[in-house]
């Protein structure tokens, strides 16, 4: 078997002799992880140089089964020039980065890494709510400057009975709100459908209305899901709720925030803002940017690395590693997150004799009177002499359908579930 990987350098076509299934990296990934995908004899092509730009191209020579990615965009072109391709996995937890949409339409699952960045993500969010508060990067600017300002930067509200109020209570939420209750801060969340007890579990209490959230924070963390239903969820009208020189922090998605909104209640309102993401951010590792609110007095900005850290990227891998196991030695996708649910007008059971040609002969017959298969999952009992399919239907069948499925060579019988 061959192997090839390119962490530094460029990338070669993969021969075509090489065993196990080819996994193109097009970004940077834990060795750990590179390795242990080697080591089941698969063959590895890592290049973090790849860029959206230059993905078609790379996927075209490669052809690969599965391709992982951290920050690279994965846009339509690329995922058309896939022939083989089976699977994309994100590295991380948000799939923005991806074209679902194109994925979806090809057949091709997107999975991700939920939850294993959480705590990385909390500690920086914590960081720049430090920083907000005691203007810490201001004050290493002016003593590299040569110059000491001990009765400006003196003046500060600190945090400890304060009210730190979370946007989204998944994960990192509830990492923020732990480390909150450690500041000794009043900590409330907002999140779609939240409870008091689900709340509480968090260590926080519930807060039903995001502008109410808005209106009682002193510190305010959005920690939520970037979606079509979360884009510029923290809008002017949001903004304009938050008190004068309360702190915003986004360690989430640029989308989720109005930010030239966000410019404007800096200076109307001297809010106070720590971000690690932003609006059209830059898909490479490297570029030229300048925000306008990056150049905003009180606003402190990182670049993007709320997940960083090495127990986060080893974690990551991890997970990469087993969705890809999963998919290519059991042909499931953990945390897939492009497959419909609840999709269909009925589930029909059919208990058969195990035997060849029987599902083959139901699903020619659901053909012909129009009814597609939206699901199916056939079981076998111990023994192996008989089985039971699940299958979800598009429409409902008539009587004479089942009737007739059920009077077909080793069926046992039929039973039609309407949703």
């Keep these: 078997m061959s192997t090839s990987t390119r962490q530094e350098t460029g990338l070669d076509a993969v021969s075509d002799a090489a065993q196990g299934a080819v996994i193109l990296i097009a970004d940077k990934f834990a060795t750990s992880g590179i390795e242990t995908l080697q080591s089941l004899g698969h063959q590895v092509v890592c290049d973090p140089s790849i860029d959206a730009d230059g993905l078609a191209e790379a996927v075209t020579r490669l052809d690969p089964h599965v391709l992982v990615v951290r920050s690279t965009k ?3 072109d690329a995922i058309d020039a896939g022939r083989r391709l089976a699977l ?4 991380g937890a948000g799939t923005d980065n991806i074209d679902v949409a194109a994925a979806s339409e090809r057949g091709v699952p997107v999975a991700n890494c939920p939850g294993k960045n959480a705590i990385a993500v909390a500690e920086l969010a914590w960081g720049l709510i430090l920083a907000c508060d005691r203007r810490i990067p201001d004050q290493v600017r002016d003593l590299r400057a040569g110059e000491w300002k001990k009765k400006v930067y003196a003046k500060t509200s600190g945090l400890a009975d304060r009210t730190l109020g979370i946007v989204g209570l998944g994960r990192i939420g509830e990492a923020i709100a732990s480390r909150g209750n450690a500041f000794d801060m009043r900590v409330f969340a907002w999140s779609r459908n939240i409870s008091e007890a689900r709340a509480a579990a968090a260590g926080c209490h519930a807060c039903e209305n995001l502008l109410n959230l808005a209106r009682m924070s002193d510190v305010v963390c959005v920690s939520i899901a970037a979606n079509d239903e979360t884009k510029g969820l923290v809008s002017r009208e949001f903004l304009e709720a938050m008190k004068p020189g309360a702190t915003l922090i986004n360690t989430s998605r640029g989308s ?4 030239p909104a966000l410019c404007d209640a800096v200076r109307a ?8 993401v932003y609006w059209d951010e830059p898909g490479s590792g490297d570029a030229t940017f300048s925000p306008e609110i990056a150049s905003l007095p009180g606003v402190y900005g990182t670049h993007h690395v709320g997940a960083s850290t090495d127990q986060a990227q080893e974690a990551i891998a991890m997970e990469t590693i087993r969705v890809v196991r999963e998919h290519l030695e059991r042909g499931e996708v953990p945390n897939c997150i492009n497959l419909a649910e609840g999709t269909g007008a ?17 699903c020619d017959l659901l053909s012909r009177h129009d009814l597609n298969v939206e699901d199916m999952e056939n079981v076998i009992f111990t023994g192996g002499a008989a089985a039971s399919a699940r ?18 060579p080793n069926v046992l019988s039929v039973d039609l579930t309407e949703h």
């Design 74 to 76: 994965v846009r339509e």
């Design 88 to 91: 994309i996995v994100r590295a």
């Design 256 to 259: 989720v925030v109005d930010e």
């Design 269 to 276: 309102k001297s809010l106070r803002v720590g971000l690690d």
């Design 346 to 362: 009925a589930t029909l059971t059919v208990r058969h004799l195990n035997r060849p040609g029987v599902l083959a002969s139901v």
């Design 391 to 408: 299958i979800r239907l598009s429409a409902i069948p008539d009587t004479g359908v089942t009737r007739e499925i059920a009077e077909r």
